[in-house]
């Protein structure tokens, strides 16, 4: 069975710096990876996918990925974090083929950026 | 481009009494998902349709949830009867291939 893990319930980090969120996967066959944001009272939010190709993927907001074969990782990462970045923060994987299809999601990492 | 709507979005109900939810998915997108979001927890997977067709219900409970896509649109997810520990939010997403656009969600609150 396909999992995530999202090993850090709680990542705090000061404004200006940069920022990390980490995530590992264990999926049959190639894997399709997502991050998605939470805030309060609202719905998931797309913010990058790995498909195919370049191993770093740029997203939406000044957020970045970096898909590792080897390490089975897709750590997300922004160079310099706003206190608007602050949300719950979910690392989603689909496999490519049969049962593996469905996304299933990471526990989520509460991100604080602090001013 | 329209979003993924559910309604209701808040829902308080006694324990047994019955629950309904509602989603309509982005245009033309294909496959529609229900997830259970229990709070402190990342979203779990109930069922997944392709068109009107049910893909994967693995993690469905279904002596209590129900859930159809008639025509391949629109889809309703039933409890009934309802538990304390239904009590979460209940997502729906579209997807038009690999990724997925998620609702806001129906927070149902079992009492």
């Known amino acids: 069975a396909q999992s995530v893990a999202q090993p850090e319930d709680q990542v705090n980090v000061a404004e200006g710096n940069p920022l990390t969120v980490k995530c590992t996967y264990s999926?049959?066959?190639?894997?399709?990876l997502f991050w998605y944001v939470q805030y309060p009272n609202r719905g998931l939010q797309f913010l990058l996918k790995y498909i195919t190709g370049d191993n770093l993927v740029k997203g939406s907001y000044g957020f970045e990925a970096e898909f590792n074969k080897s390490q089975t990782s897709f750590h997300l990462k922004k160079p310099s974090a706003l206190v608007s970045d602050s949300a719950l923060y979910f690392c989603?994987?689909?496999?490519?083929?049969?049962?593996?299809?469905?996304?299933?999601f990471g526990s989520g990492t509460q991100l604080t950026v602090l001013p | 481009e329209a979003g993924v709507a559910q309604s209701p979005r808040y829902k308080i109900i006694e324990k047994r009494q019955s629950v309904a939810f509602w989603c309509n998915p982005i245009s033309g997108h294909a496959t529609l998902y229900w997830y259970q979001q229990i709070l402190g927890q990342g979203p779990k997977l109930l069922i997944q349709?392709?068109?009107?067709?049910?893909?994967?219900d693995s993690q469905l409970p279904k002596d209590r949830f129900s859930a159809e896509r008639l025509k391949g649109v629109d889809s309703t997810l039933k409890i009934q009867p309802a538990k304390l520990e239904d009590s979460a939010v209940y997502l729906c997403?579209?997807?038009?291939?690999?990724?997925?656009?998620f609702g806001q969600g129906t927070r149902l609150t079992v009492v």
């Open positions: 997403a579209s997807s038009p291939d690999r990724g997925a656009f």
């Open positions: 999926v049959s066959g190639n894997p399709y």
């Open positions: 349709f392709q068109n009107n067709g049910v893909v994967d």
């Open positions: 989603a994987v689909r496999g490519s083929s049969g049962s593996a299809r469905q996304l299933t």
